[in-house]
DNA sequence: TCCTATTTGTACGTATGTATA
DNA sequence: ATATACATACGTACAAATAGG
């Protein structure tokens, strides 16, 4: 099951190993996992070193354990974080998975509304840019993106070569962003949004509208996003913001 | 139109008499006010006057002010903070508003989720509170709230005398409290809390999940809140937290 | 209410490989 | 090349919480 001086820890392949297992619903949320001892037997190792590799899963959310009871999966859904430091792929990473982003479409446009957000003048040059954000192969979200154009010229094609805004953002100069502020409704989804999502019309999403800045604070990237309402839970915390 | 010498500035009186007639639609959402030249000769005061009303209107994101061309009315959703310092009447009263918060149901459970939420044994008794919010007699949200019953004996009490969850807490010796995180998700409504909420049961709500805690982090309230999903709006605001 | 089996949490100890100074 | 520090893995024992009788 587990394979000896691959330079991976061993604790490290059943943590992978179990999350793969969670996420194909082998265990189901709300399931129990076998014991520690179960598991140690079924991996042929010391029962610390699946404690190390559960407790991993417990830290990403994964989990829940409760001493004297057992380990169960907890929901499902994506657990989306919203803070200061709100990154598509890194919380992804963290709950185990592998995400991708995709452009569908971009262009440039004039929105005076939009321009407003990012301080720019109501004719100022916008780059749009479409995304699809894929977990596993699923899609998890599709957020329209608006940037400045006149800054961002290679930003289309810096996100198709590194599929990854921070990576685009990089390349022009900006190391690191904050998300400044965001703001969340319910609603139903437009046809396109809801085909898109490969969801039926009736399931609500979550609209996520926010705005992304430098680190001083100057808006960079005003983007309305779109989630599976049931699929995705947006957490907020106030603790380690 | 305005009352003189009653104690209330006459600013404050054309801030409250245009924040009702955008809450009544009689300027509907991204509709145009009239411009603080008409404003003041309706009102028959200076254009000063006018202007440091509609001043506190943009500064709680009523209205948008657009220097050359006119002032312009936001989103008529309730904008609905998420940070450390989440208030319900404190939100409303911003915006203009006047609240109400009704007990619904009041009952002593048990509960092993929602104890290991606020830190207490699974068999620990717990208060349940179902509270109605109301923000200009129409309903907001419906929570359903969880306590220590042994640490808030005299909780509903409180509550119902005061109307007010800050009140009941600090009759307790909770002088202060604040959100550690919040948990959104987008559904539909169960038949109840679609009656509750007024509202058809194929429109989607914003389901958040809470937990408030004391100054020091320890738990003190679990909170499951659904809101009207398209007459509210999270406000998660990362500059001020 | 008490007892017991199950299960997780903690604390020792030992050994080995790997990176660093 | 050597010494030191650290991460990894295994072993054992007992404490603490839970569930069921």
Known sequence: MVERDTGVAVWRQIGESLAEDIRARRYPPGSQLPTEMALATQYAVNRHT???AIGELAQHGLIRIERGRGTFVESGAL????????????????QGMQGQTTVIAS???????????????RQAKLLFVRMCRQAEKHPVSVSDNYFDARRFPEFVEALQETAS??????LHGIDDYIRIWSRITARLPEADIARLLEQPKVRPILQVEALNGDMAGAPLQYAIGRFAGDGVELMVNNEDV
């Open 50 to 52: 699946v404690r190390r």
């Open 165 to 170: 805004v921070s990576a685009a953002f990089a």
């Open 79 to 94: 657990r989306y974080a919203i803070g200061k430091r709100t990154r598509f792929t890194e919380t992804l990473r963290q």
């Open 107 to 121: 262009a440039v446009i004039t929105d005076a509304t939009i321009s407003r957000h990012l301080g720019l003048s």
